[in-house]
Structure formats: structure tokens, C-alpha cells
């Protein structure tokens, strides 16, 4: 499982515009790209649809992003 971890973005993901934008964002191995949540990388200017593939890329792999966490609910 952490061989998946060191391997480049673009060995799982073809889609040539996320990985201009993982790249233009400084995102470049898988490792790094687990460690954003789905809220961090809306933040960071990806759509619904590119998280979308992003996860079911990873998740075909055996790994995912991060959870998001309830820091956006406000009744919290």
C-alpha cells in the first residue's frame, strides 16, 4: 500500500486538465494528494466533477483523500 503512495499523479489519473491543475497547485505524488480533504481541494479551486474523478481514481487504487471534518458546520 505505500508503493501507491510515492507513485506521480499522472500514473492513475489521465484526465490532463486535473493534473495541470494538481501540478499548478504543487500537488504531485499520490501521498500528497491523500492528504486533502474534498472541502481543501474546493478551497484550492477544483470542481465537484474533478474531485469526483480525483476520488474514484484514488479509490480504485486502495486509497482516498482525507475526510472532511465538521469545521464548516456552524452548528458545531
Do not use: T, W, Y
Amino acid at each position: 500500500m505505500k508503493e501507491i503512495l510515492l507513485k506521480n499523479v499522472n500514473e492513475i489519473i489521465k484526465d490532463k486538465a486535473i493534473i495541470g491543475s494538481l501540478d499548478s497547485v504543487g500537488i504531485s505524488s499520490i501521498g500528497e494528494l491523500c492528504s486533502f480533504s474534498r472541502m481543501e481541494l474546493n478551497e484550492k479551486g477544483f470542481n465537484n466533477s474533478a474531485v469526483n474523478d480525483i476520488r474514484i481514481a484514488l479509490q480504485l487504487n486502495g486509497v482516498d483523500l482525507k475526510p472532511n471534518h465538521a469545521r464548516k458546520n456552524s452548528l458545531i
